[in-house]
């Protein structure tokens, strides 16, 4: 069955299948419940399921995620809401500290099937603490997987499959893209939860991004089409780990690489996937691997955010530059 939805309805509806299938599932976060959360992700499935299975919690980010990490234990799966990017900072500790670690600490006897969803990055006038793009600080961390979706069907099914990981998943969703429609075929799983996808075909160069980024990377396919360019646009789904292997084969082909991600260039995940592919793709590269991304600086108040975050000039010249070559 496939029927066009949004972005957020995609979640709210593989959150509901969730919820369905394993009595095990419980969705908390703070306002998910009456309110429906923030972005109305959970709107409904606390009507329908019940406050013990759709819990309204305290405003206390370390407290949400601790208790799921104990319902974990306690066999649940729990799926916790992160109102905004910014608000992870004091739950940063159970994350990386318990959550990341409790597998390997009990050598193997030990799972811990949490998601914590955390709306993030820019493009919707927000203040501070409510636009950032937090993903680098997460990948650095063993034990997490990060992944993002960059559109309704990804969001859908990667949904389903965080939930259904042993591993603890960090699950970013891209909020400027939350209001996006497509395609969603409730029945089919796309693939699995860490590869990426060509979404575009090309030949002269690859963008590959996520989550936000890749509609701006299409966009930037469609305006270099017009100038006879031929762009491959790589979604690449997964932060932690990165499907290198897919990246590679398109880089050999295209033999030029840009990454494209909304948070700061400065140590952010293109930096590792440039380091990588150079070593993998040396003598097939005919320009360096360019990155394009947020400045490092601290995320500016609303009116300056355009001038912050890519867009479709900064990508297009990343290409020209390496086209340059």
Not at 36 to 55: A, H, M, N, P, W
Not at 194 to 204: I, L, N, P, Y
Request: hydrophobic content about 40%; aromatic content about 8%.
């Amino acid at each position: 069955m496939a029927e066009k939805m949004a972005l957020a309805k995609a979640i709210n509806e593989s959150l509901r299948r969730a919820l369905e299938a394993d009595p095990k599932v419980v969705v908390m976060g703070e306002d998910v419940g009456k309110l429906g959360g923030v972005f109305r992700v959970t709107d409904g499935l606390q009507k329908d399921f019940g406050e013990s299975r759709v819990i309204d919690t305290p405003l206390a980010e370390s407290g949400i995620v601790g208790t799921a990490i104990g319902l974990a234990l306690r066999g649940y799966r729990p799926v916790v809401e992160i109102q905004f990017d910014g608000f992870v900072f004091p739950a940063y500790d159970q994350i990386v500290t318990q959550l990341a670690k409790m597998h390997a600490r009990s050598l193997g006897k030990v799972k811990l099937p949490v998601v914590v969803r955390i709306p993030y990055g820019g493009g919707i006038g927000a203040v501070e603490h409510h636009s950032e793009s937090p993903e680098s600080l997460f990948a650095h961390v063993a034990g997490l997987k990060i992944v993002s979706p960059s559109n309704a069907s990804d969001a859908y099914w990667m949904m389903q499959q965080a939930v259904q990981s042993d591993d603890p998943v960090i699950f970013f969703e891209p909020k400027r893209r939350y209001w996006d429609k497509a395609e969603v075929n409730t029945e089919a799983i796309p693939g699995p939860l860490h590869t990426a996808r060509v979404v575009r075909e090309g030949s002269d160069l690859t963008l590959a991004a996520y989550g936000p980024m890749v509609k701006l990377c299409q966009e930037a396919a469609d305006a270099a089409a017009e100038e006879g360019r031929s762009l491959e646009v790589l979604d690449l789904r997964s932060v932690s780990p990165i499907d290198f292997d897919s990246i590679q084969a398109s880089v050999e082909k295209t033999r030029r690489l840009v990454v494209v991600h909304e948070a700061p260039v400065f140590f952010g995940s293109g930096a590792e996937i440039a380091a990588r592919i150079t070593e993998r793709c040396f003598y097939h590269l005919e320009a360096p691997v360019l990155r394009v991304g947020g400045y490092h600086a601290p995320y500016p108040p609303a009116r300056l955010e355009e001038s912050y975050l890519p867009d479709l000039d900064r990508v297009l010249d990343a290409v020209d530059r390496s086209l340059a070559y």
